[in-house]
């Protein structure tokens, strides 16, 4: 540890984080959010030029630390991240072969897990039966001009617990602003007295800029959103959607 501080300022720091994680004062994406603030590949490349030991034992405290996320946590995401980090230190050879046996390890995981016992949308942390999703699909089997008919069943479709509350507080971000920007649409309306016309084209704005707004709310985190995309991807829905089955209900 004291030995670690000689390196680089941030192998201690790492190694800190790494304990924590272990003794579950902090999550594995808590420790690595704190580590995107002050570790840059880039620039520990440059400070570091020639010093190889240095960037092999930062590797190292990387590599323990992904273990650790993944051991404790069961957060792939973190571990992955950390070893992308590893691999972008210009790390000897040898150190090299030995983060490419982690890399292939967790590569190896998340085909095993993630969507499995693993939640599919954050890939950091296991289900929890009680956040499920049930998502209803549809097959349509027969076609008129004037009406379809189709077969509707509900898979469950498992997510963490923190993703469940990650999607309810998109959805009531997305509310708000819908709720805010029509607001002012009317209130507009009522001084324009035109409040009918103002409404319907506020209703209109407020639905397209709160689609808007969720998706840049989730661009910022590790959370993929609850989207067809994303369903469509999931290991208990895959399946069925190559038997034809779809998301939305069919239409005439
Ligand atoms: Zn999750």
Request: charged fraction near 25%; charge should be neutral; aromatic fraction near 10%.
């Given at each position: 540890?004291?030995?670690?501080?000689?390196?680089?300022?941030?192998?201690?720091?790492?190694?800190?984080?790494m304990?924590?994680?272990?003794?579950?004062?902090?999550?594995a994406?808590?420790?690595?959010?704190?580590?995107?603030?002050?570790?840059?590949?880039?620039?520990?490349?440059?400070?570091?030029?020639?010093?190889?030991?240095?960037?092999?034992?930062?590797?190292?405290?990387l590599c323990d630390f992904a273990q650790v996320a993944w051991?404790?946590?069961?957060?792939l995401?973190s571990a992955i991240q950390a070893v992308?980090w590893a691999?972008?230190?210009?790390?000897?050879?040898?150190?090299?072969?030995?983060v490419?046996?982690y890399e292939?390890q967790m590569?190896?995981?998340?085909?095993?897990?993630?969507?499995?016992?693993?939640?599919?949308?954050?890939?950091?942390?296991?289900?929890?039966?009680?956040?499920?999703?049930?998502?209803?699909?549809?097959?349509?089997?027969?076609?008129?001009?004037?009406?379809?008919?189709?077969?509707?069943?509900?898979?469950?479709?498992?997510?963490?617990?923190?993703?469940?509350?990650?999607?309810?507080?998109?959805?009531?971000?997305?509310?708000?602003?819908?709720?805010?920007?029509?607001?002012?649409?009317?209130?507009?309306?009522?001084?324009?007295?035109?409040?009918?016309?103002?409404?319907?084209?506020?209703?209109?704005?407020?639905?397209?800029?709160?689609?808007?707004?969720?998706?840049?709310?989730?661009?910022?985190?590790?959370?993929?959103?609850?989207?067809?995309?994303?369903?469509?991807?999931?290991?208990?829905?895959?399946?069925?959607?190559?038997?034809?089955?779809?998301?939305?209900?069919?239409?005439?």
């Amino acid at each position: 540890m004291s030995q670690l501080a000689l390196y680089h300022p941030v192998a201690p720091s790492i190694h800190t984080a790494m304990e924590q994680t272990a003794q579950r004062t902090i999550l594995a994406r808590e420790a690595v959010a704190a580590m995107k603030r002050y570790l840059f590949t880039d620039q520990l490349n440059q400070e570091l030029d020639g010093n190889e030991e240095a960037k092999d034992a930062i590797a190292t405290v990387l590599c323990d630390f992904a273990q650790v996320a993944w051991n404790t946590d069961r957060d792939l995401n973190s571990a992955i991240q950390a070893v992308t980090w590893a691999l972008a230190l210009n790390i000897s050879v040898e150190k090299r072969k030995q983060v490419w046996v982690y890399e292939k390890q967790m590569a190896d995981l998340y085909k095993q897990h993630v969507g499995i016992d693993i939640c599919h949308f954050c890939a950091a942390a296991p289900h929890d039966r009680k956040s499920s999703i049930f998502q209803p699909l549809y097959q349509e089997y027969e076609r008129s001009a004037r009406q379809v008919k189709f077969k509707k069943m509900k898979v469950e479709v498992p997510r963490c617990e923190r993703c469940t509350g990650f999607h309810s507080k998109e959805e009531g971000r997305v509310g708000l602003v819908f709720i805010g920007v029509w607001a002012a649409f009317l209130l507009a309306g009522y001084f324009m007295k035109a409040m009918i016309v103002m409404g319907i084209i506020g209703g209109a704005a407020a639905w397209w800029i709160s689609k808007k707004a969720g998706k840049r709310v989730l661009k910022d985190d590790i959370v993929r959103p609850a989207n067809n995309e994303v369903l469509a991807l999931h290991p208990s829905i895959a399946p069925f959607m190559e038997e034809g089955w779809v998301l939305e209900e069919p239409t005439a």
